[in-house]
């Protein structure tokens, strides 16, 4: 039986969640529980009972629509990716996972056959770290791997409560959302690659083998403030100038590294008074450091940490080291990525196993269950902004082949 | 006649005026023609009205308080300060030279001598650079440093002009505000020396000889966002890395400058996106720089500009250069030093003639008429933090010295 998304449709679709949007187009921002976040989980249920699909949510908010299958009492087979969005980033950065996936579930519901397992789609809450600075709040709730306690105490920048802030749509305790394993009999997350490999390479599809292992940290620096014209150079203790240097330790520690594919990343710079005629006092760094090589990325990580005490001792600042998370690499499922290669021949995409180097809910879900990632191509890697693109045709061979691997998996 | 500030009054309004601020004590906060810089001037002008002196407003703000001599028709002496504080800021800072400078007023006005000139009290608007980056904003235009039309152009960071912000009470076009030469016979302004050469050496006065010759500029950074997992390292062009090498070079020429007076700060960092997950794409930096030596300022100057485009052109940045002032130093008054001189050895007030490293009206006032500055010691040197502090002490001799020189120079 073919399965034939209606690529018009999710075209459609696709631009409709990204005009839900606290930036103008072309740039898209949707963060945790912002006005816009609760719009496109509001648009996205429409959707889900337009096309007579069940929906709940959980207590954090993550949304589950469900394809019943014959027998319900089966594990159900899953897929999804998230809808949040970065200030100022794209219109394809979870949502081609997340409406590709609805549109695998029309298809399948379109052709007729029943599947053996249900099928569940899965909009997880808050994939980015925007609000809390901790990245796939839902998925590391799901797995476990974040404890409700943990959760408790996130704090945003405004020092609410993740309890103050979900909205009474998430229904009970945070407890709830902790899933045992084998709930799922299987997750495939369908996602666009944020990298530059299948399109220098001309290729459709790739099959994630791998996903890197995510660290983050939060560093607060505090030095000594005072009038910009009057304390002379030797006499200072900045807290930001510290906080450059150790910028730049990071840069130099994942250029350093043993794995090519170290990377490191200072995002967020915050500083304070943050006058111009004044010696900044207090400075704060979020670093985001990844690699599949957990133990390159571990010894770069120790690297830094012992550059950044140095650098704080010769400044005479005070240096205060938090771990936002840091989560192994995990592996995905080979069977699922047979089922997916498979399909993906007898289609026609061109194919290759890759590993992907940003991380996703999926990271989350393979300790759940048997997991693995479709990655299409974007145009010249780009992610996180507002030319991020992905072409009509490369959407569309990942809805298909996503459906046929969704109703192959949900049939064994 | 001896002259005998109310030092139990002085001190009382610098608590109330203290509390006229955006933050809590003890921080100070009063951005221009923000509601607490509104209040700060209602208050002030209610504390002259009490004190039964005439004053008015000119265009942009800056306030004249008046005790008439017995010939208007002479130029008048000034005094005066800023009441506008940074954010987080101290009670001192420029409140001192004008709650200082009222009570050298009421002191003459009480001694029961009127001088033949007037004496005027002048709360010059915006000497901090917080709201359109550009410091000494009221005096600056006094003295045509900056003129009507280029006011005109400012912009605040949420593109608001001056234009916009001006209060109905500043009276007239901006073309107004600047002042003949010689409109003034003489300007002395009080202040604390945000500095902590006086309390070292354990002196209660400075007289100022010089001050420090200022300049500031701001750097745009543009590079190229993207995924912060998944840009390899060799293939970014992260803005924030290239202004934190920058703003390390601005800390290395002002150490390796010929002269020991040289300081520069960067005091405003802002990166976007600003997401923990995303490469940064673009950054701004804010820079201020000064020396009494305009020499070696500006050689140091030069040096910066060529190592920051040095930076950008490796890291393939786009960096925009703009100034925001760079001003020569102001030469003090010897005739007006030597007044205060004699009256402070009279006095029995111990002092030393030394330079101000950081900038203040009086730098503008200079090019108007004779000028000099008196500082007293404050704890440390702390000045722009909230626990900046000058003793009861200090503060008395400074205002006592301050109305002993007034009147001096307005019987001349």
Redesign the interface.
Known sequence: MPLTPDIARLLDELKQLAAISAHPAPAVTRVLFSGEDLAARKWLLARAAEAGLESRADAVGNLFITLPGLDPELPPVATGSHTDA????GAY?GTVGVLGGLEALRAIAASGETPRRSIELIMFTAE???RF?I?CLGSRLMAGSLTADEACQLRDSDDRSLEQLRPETCEGDLESVQLREGTYSAFVELHI????ELEKAGLDIGLVEKI?A?A?FRLRFTGS???????????RR?A??A???V??AV?QA??DSSS??????????E???????????DALL???F?DTDLDARDAALASIRDQAEAICTRRGIELDWQW?NSDPPATCDSGILSVAETHATALGFSHTRMI????HDSLFMARLCPTAMLFIPCRE?????PDEYASPEAIEKGATLLAHTLLDLANA
Not at 260 to 269: L, S
Not at 356 to 359: H, L, M, T
Request: aromatic share 4%; hydrophobic share 40%.
């Open positions: 970065i200030p100022n980033a950065d980015e770290p925007t600075g990245g690659e944020q990298g530059p890197a995510p983050a403030g005072g009038h910009a014209g009057a304390v002379l150079m030797p006499h900045d930001f100038l906080a450059a240097e910028a730049l840069e994942a250029l090519p594919d170290t990377v490191g990343t200072t995002g967020v710079i500083v304070k008074p943050g006058a111009i005629n004044s010696i900044p006092c979020e670093i985001d990844r936002i992907s180097r940003a991380y890697g780009w992610s996180h902004r």
